[in-house]
Protein backbone atom coordinates (compact mmCIF):
# COMPACT_ATOMS: atom_id res chain seq x y z
CA UNK A 1 0.00 0.00 0.00
CA UNK A 2 1.39 3.24 -1.22
CA UNK A 3 -0.56 5.45 1.28
CA UNK A 4 -0.85 9.18 0.79
CA UNK A 5 0.11 10.65 3.86
CA UNK A 6 0.21 14.23 3.45
CA UNK A 7 -1.03 16.52 0.79
CA UNK A 8 -0.22 20.44 -0.51
CA UNK A 9 -1.18 22.51 -3.28
CA UNK A 10 1.66 24.30 -4.03
CA UNK A 11 0.41 26.63 -7.13
CA UNK A 12 -2.20 26.27 -9.36
CA UNK A 13 -2.46 22.50 -10.98
CA UNK A 14 0.94 21.72 -9.07
CA UNK A 15 0.42 19.68 -6.20
CA UNK A 16 2.63 17.91 -3.58
CA UNK A 17 2.14 14.57 -2.30
CA UNK A 18 4.07 12.16 0.91
CA UNK A 19 4.29 8.62 -0.20
CA UNK A 20 4.53 5.95 2.41
CA UNK A 21 7.24 3.96 0.92
CA UNK A 22 9.65 3.18 3.44
CA UNK A 23 11.91 1.03 1.04
CA UNK A 24 12.42 3.24 -1.48
CA UNK A 25 13.11 5.95 0.83
CA UNK A 26 15.50 3.97 2.54
CA UNK A 27 17.76 3.56 -0.87
CA UNK A 28 17.08 6.87 -2.73
CA UNK A 29 19.66 9.44 -4.00
CA UNK A 30 19.20 12.75 -5.32
CA UNK A 31 18.73 12.73 -9.28
CA UNK A 32 16.56 9.39 -8.77
CA UNK A 33 12.68 9.07 -10.05
CA UNK A 34 9.77 7.37 -9.64
CA UNK A 35 7.21 5.64 -11.47
CA UNK A 36 3.73 6.08 -10.23
CA UNK A 37 0.57 3.89 -11.20
CA UNK A 38 -2.58 5.29 -10.31
CA UNK A 39 -4.94 2.31 -10.37
CA UNK A 40 -4.57 -0.69 -11.92
CA UNK A 41 -5.70 0.61 -15.29
CA UNK A 42 -3.04 3.44 -14.81
CA UNK A 43 -0.16 4.24 -16.86
CA UNK A 44 3.34 4.34 -15.60
CA UNK A 45 4.05 8.45 -15.01
CA UNK A 46 7.68 9.00 -14.34
CA UNK A 47 7.88 11.49 -11.67
CA UNK A 48 11.51 12.48 -10.18
CA UNK A 49 11.75 12.49 -6.43
CA UNK A 50 11.25 15.90 -4.88
CA UNK A 51 12.20 14.87 -1.45
CA UNK A 52 12.48 11.84 0.92
CA UNK A 53 12.37 10.99 4.62
CA UNK A 54 14.36 7.59 5.70
CA UNK A 55 13.41 7.61 9.39
CA UNK A 56 9.19 8.32 8.59
CA UNK A 57 9.50 6.19 5.57
CA UNK A 58 8.16 8.62 2.60
CA UNK A 59 8.90 9.87 -0.61
CA UNK A 60 7.73 13.22 -1.79
CA UNK A 61 6.50 13.66 -5.32
CA UNK A 62 5.29 17.26 -6.94
CA UNK A 63 2.74 16.50 -9.57
CA UNK A 64 1.35 19.04 -12.54
CA UNK A 65 -1.35 18.49 -13.61
CA UNK A 66 -1.50 18.16 -17.58
CA UNK A 67 -3.24 15.41 -18.95
CA UNK A 68 -5.21 12.70 -17.75
CA UNK A 69 -3.03 10.79 -16.18
CA UNK A 70 -1.32 13.55 -13.78
CA UNK A 71 -4.87 15.08 -13.21
CA UNK A 72 -5.64 11.33 -11.43
CA UNK A 73 -3.09 11.74 -9.51
CA UNK A 74 -3.41 14.91 -8.13
CA UNK A 75 -6.69 14.25 -7.56
CA UNK A 76 -6.08 11.58 -4.78
CA UNK A 77 -6.33 12.51 -1.40
CA UNK A 78 -4.93 11.69 2.34
CA UNK A 79 -5.41 8.26 2.93
CA UNK A 80 -5.59 6.81 -0.20
CA UNK A 81 -2.96 4.37 -2.18
CA UNK A 82 -1.53 4.42 -5.49
CA UNK A 83 -1.72 1.20 -6.74
CA UNK A 84 1.92 1.06 -7.28
CA UNK A 85 5.35 3.15 -7.14
CA UNK A 86 8.08 1.91 -8.47
CA UNK A 87 11.93 3.00 -7.68
CA UNK A 88 14.16 4.41 -6.96
CA UNK A 89 15.25 4.68 -10.79
CA UNK A 90 17.52 6.50 -12.87
CA UNK A 91 21.24 7.53 -12.11
CA UNK A 92 21.87 9.53 -8.92
CA UNK A 93 23.29 13.00 -9.36
CA UNK A 94 27.17 12.90 -9.43
CA UNK A 95 28.48 14.62 -6.94
CA UNK A 96 26.28 11.67 -4.72
CA UNK A 97 29.76 9.73 -5.23
CA UNK A 98 32.36 12.39 -4.32
CA UNK A 99 33.32 11.66 -0.69
CA UNK A 100 34.17 15.32 0.47
CA UNK A 101 31.64 17.94 -0.40
CA UNK A 102 32.13 20.27 1.99
CA UNK A 103 33.47 23.60 0.28
CA UNK A 104 32.50 23.12 -2.73
CA UNK A 105 30.56 25.92 -4.48
CA UNK A 106 27.55 24.96 -6.57
CA UNK A 107 24.87 26.75 -8.32
CA UNK A 108 21.57 25.78 -9.17
CA UNK A 109 19.08 27.22 -11.81
CA UNK A 110 15.62 25.87 -11.34
CA UNK A 111 12.67 26.46 -13.33
CA UNK A 112 9.63 26.49 -12.75
CA UNK A 113 8.19 22.75 -11.59
CA UNK A 114 12.06 22.00 -11.62
CA UNK A 115 12.53 23.50 -8.68
CA UNK A 116 11.27 20.43 -6.74
CA UNK A 117 13.94 18.15 -8.01
CA UNK A 118 16.33 20.75 -7.80
CA UNK A 119 15.93 20.83 -3.69
CA UNK A 120 16.59 16.95 -2.63
CA UNK A 121 19.97 18.01 -4.39
CA UNK A 122 20.59 21.22 -2.50
CA UNK A 123 19.22 19.83 0.92
CA UNK A 124 21.88 16.68 0.00
CA UNK A 125 24.77 19.00 -0.48
CA UNK A 126 23.65 21.28 2.32
CA UNK A 127 24.12 18.42 4.87
CA UNK A 128 27.48 17.60 3.49
CA UNK A 129 29.39 21.08 3.84
CA UNK A 130 29.11 22.34 0.48
CA UNK A 131 28.29 25.84 -0.67
CA UNK A 132 25.04 26.43 -2.66
CA UNK A 133 23.27 29.29 -4.80
CA UNK A 134 20.39 28.63 -6.25
CA UNK A 135 18.80 30.94 -9.01
CA UNK A 136 14.77 29.95 -9.05
CA UNK A 137 12.60 30.99 -12.22
CA UNK A 138 9.42 31.39 -12.46
CA UNK A 139 6.64 33.21 -14.45
CA UNK A 140 4.97 34.84 -11.49
CA UNK A 141 5.01 35.37 -8.17
CA UNK A 142 1.97 33.20 -7.85
CA UNK A 143 3.78 30.01 -9.38
CA UNK A 144 6.86 30.22 -7.46
CA UNK A 145 7.12 27.26 -5.49
CA UNK A 146 9.55 25.39 -2.75
CA UNK A 147 10.66 29.07 -1.73
CA UNK A 148 11.20 28.86 2.23
CA UNK A 149 12.10 25.23 2.27
CA UNK A 150 14.80 26.05 -0.29
CA UNK A 151 16.37 29.33 1.75
CA UNK A 152 16.61 26.93 4.82
CA UNK A 153 19.25 24.61 2.94
CA UNK A 154 20.97 27.18 0.65
CA UNK A 155 23.39 29.95 1.16
CA UNK A 156 22.09 32.43 -1.41
CA UNK A 157 18.31 32.36 -2.96
CA UNK A 158 17.92 34.38 -5.90
CA UNK A 159 14.20 34.70 -7.57
CA UNK A 160 13.27 35.36 -10.97
CA UNK A 161 9.99 36.80 -11.95
CA UNK A 162 8.89 36.68 -16.01
CA UNK A 163 6.75 40.27 -14.45
CA UNK A 164 8.78 41.40 -11.50
CA UNK A 165 6.22 40.24 -9.55
CA UNK A 166 8.83 38.68 -7.25
CA UNK A 167 12.36 38.93 -6.79
CA UNK A 168 14.12 39.78 -10.42
CA UNK A 169 13.09 40.45 -13.12
CA UNK A 170 13.68 38.70 -16.17
CA UNK A 171 14.82 35.78 -17.46
CA UNK A 172 17.16 33.35 -14.82
CA UNK A 173 20.03 33.75 -17.63
CA UNK A 174 20.18 37.05 -17.09
CA UNK A 175 20.18 36.70 -13.20
CA UNK A 176 23.52 34.02 -14.21
CA UNK A 177 25.28 36.57 -15.93
CA UNK A 178 24.88 39.36 -13.54
CA UNK A 179 26.21 36.59 -10.69
CA UNK A 180 29.27 35.89 -12.80
CA UNK A 181 29.93 39.65 -13.58
CA UNK A 182 30.11 40.12 -9.83
CA UNK A 183 32.69 37.68 -9.84
CA UNK A 184 30.73 34.36 -8.43
CA UNK A 185 32.67 31.38 -9.04
CA UNK A 186 31.08 28.14 -9.06
CA UNK A 187 33.19 24.08 -9.31
CA UNK A 188 30.08 22.68 -10.53
CA UNK A 189 26.64 23.80 -11.51
CA UNK A 190 23.06 21.80 -12.76
CA UNK A 191 19.84 23.51 -14.17
CA UNK A 192 16.13 21.72 -14.40
CA UNK A 193 13.61 23.31 -15.39
CA UNK A 194 11.74 23.00 -19.25
CA UNK A 195 14.23 22.32 -22.08
CA UNK A 196 14.32 25.90 -24.04
CA UNK A 197 15.64 26.93 -20.27
CA UNK A 198 18.19 24.49 -19.78
CA UNK A 199 19.04 25.27 -23.60
CA UNK A 200 19.61 29.01 -23.27
CA UNK A 201 21.23 28.52 -19.44
CA UNK A 202 23.90 25.67 -21.17
CA UNK A 203 24.57 28.70 -23.87
CA UNK A 204 24.87 31.13 -21.29
CA UNK A 205 27.41 29.24 -18.93
CA UNK A 206 29.48 27.66 -21.88
CA UNK A 207 32.16 30.93 -21.87
CA UNK A 208 32.39 30.37 -18.23
CA UNK A 209 33.99 27.16 -18.08
CA UNK A 210 32.26 25.88 -15.30
CA UNK A 211 31.10 22.53 -15.93
CA UNK A 212 27.16 22.23 -16.23
CA UNK A 213 24.68 19.21 -15.96
CA UNK A 214 21.11 18.91 -17.15
CA UNK A 215 18.03 17.03 -15.94
CA UNK A 216 16.26 15.52 -19.24
CA UNK A 217 13.52 14.04 -17.23
CA UNK A 218 11.03 15.62 -19.52
CA UNK A 219 11.26 13.41 -22.01
CA UNK A 220 10.53 10.43 -19.92
CA UNK A 221 7.66 7.90 -20.34
CA UNK A 222 7.74 4.41 -19.51
CA UNK A 223 11.01 4.71 -17.97
CA UNK A 224 12.46 1.54 -19.32
CA UNK A 225 14.67 2.64 -22.43
CA UNK A 226 12.02 0.96 -24.95
CA UNK A 227 9.59 3.14 -25.94
CA UNK A 228 12.87 5.06 -27.21
CA UNK A 229 10.52 8.14 -26.22
CA UNK A 230 13.45 9.65 -24.02
CA UNK A 231 16.07 9.07 -27.00
CA UNK A 232 18.02 11.54 -27.01
CA UNK A 233 22.08 12.56 -28.26
CA UNK A 234 24.76 13.46 -25.96
CA UNK A 235 28.19 13.74 -26.52
CA UNK A 236 27.51 12.68 -30.54
CA UNK A 237 25.97 8.92 -29.15
CA UNK A 238 22.60 7.98 -28.67
CA UNK A 239 21.93 7.69 -24.97
CA UNK A 240 18.32 6.73 -23.53
CA UNK A 241 17.57 9.89 -20.01
CA UNK A 242 15.35 6.94 -18.05
CA UNK A 243 17.81 4.44 -17.60
CA UNK A 244 21.39 6.30 -18.43
CA UNK A 245 20.13 9.32 -16.67
CA UNK A 246 18.15 11.09 -16.08
CA UNK A 247 21.13 14.01 -15.75
CA UNK A 248 23.80 14.58 -18.59
CA UNK A 249 26.69 16.77 -19.28
CA UNK A 250 24.99 19.73 -20.55
CA UNK A 251 27.56 20.81 -23.43
CA UNK A 252 26.97 17.28 -24.79
CA UNK A 253 23.42 17.63 -25.13
CA UNK A 254 21.69 18.03 -28.65
CA UNK A 255 18.95 20.34 -27.40
CA UNK A 256 17.66 21.16 -30.66
CA UNK A 257 17.01 17.06 -31.37
CA UNK A 258 15.74 16.97 -27.85
CA UNK A 259 13.54 19.65 -28.22
CA UNK A 260 12.16 18.19 -31.32
CA UNK A 261 11.39 14.90 -29.84
CA UNK A 262 9.39 16.54 -27.25
CA UNK A 263 7.64 18.37 -29.17
CA UNK A 264 6.27 14.85 -31.09
CA UNK A 265 4.34 14.09 -27.25
CA UNK A 266 3.12 17.49 -26.38
CA UNK A 267 -0.76 16.74 -27.50
CA UNK A 268 -0.54 13.30 -25.93
CA UNK A 269 -2.37 12.93 -22.49
CA UNK A 270 0.16 10.11 -21.03
CA UNK A 271 3.30 12.56 -21.63
CA UNK A 272 3.93 13.91 -17.80
CA UNK A 273 6.54 16.61 -17.86
CA UNK A 274 8.94 17.23 -15.09
CA UNK A 275 10.05 21.16 -14.53
CA UNK A 276 7.42 22.92 -17.14
CA UNK A 277 6.56 26.63 -16.01
Same mark, same amino acid.
Request: proline share 4%.
Given at each position: ???????????????????? /???? /? /???? #???????????????? #?? &??? @? %???????? !?????????????? $????? +???????? +????? #?????????? *???? %??????????????????????? +????????????? =??????????????????? &???????????????????????????????? +?????????????? #?????? !?? =??????? @?? &??? $??? $??? !???? *????? $????????? %?????????????? %?????????????
Amino acid at each position: MFEIIEKKVLAENIVLMDVY /APRI /A /ASAL #PGQFLIVINDSHGERV #PL &TIS @D %YDKQRGTV !TIVTQQIGDSTRKI $CSREV +GEAFADVL +GPLGV #PSEFTKMADL *KGRR %YLFVAGGLGTAPVYPQVKYLHEK +GAVVDVVLGAKNA =SMVIYEDKMSAVCDNLYIC &TDDGSKGFKGLVTAKIEELLAEGKSYDDAVAI +GPMIMMKFVTKTMR #PSGIPL !TV =SLNTLMV @DA &TGM $CGA $CRV !TVGG *KTRFA $CVEGPEFNA %YEVDFEEAMRRQGM %YKDKDHMCRLGRK
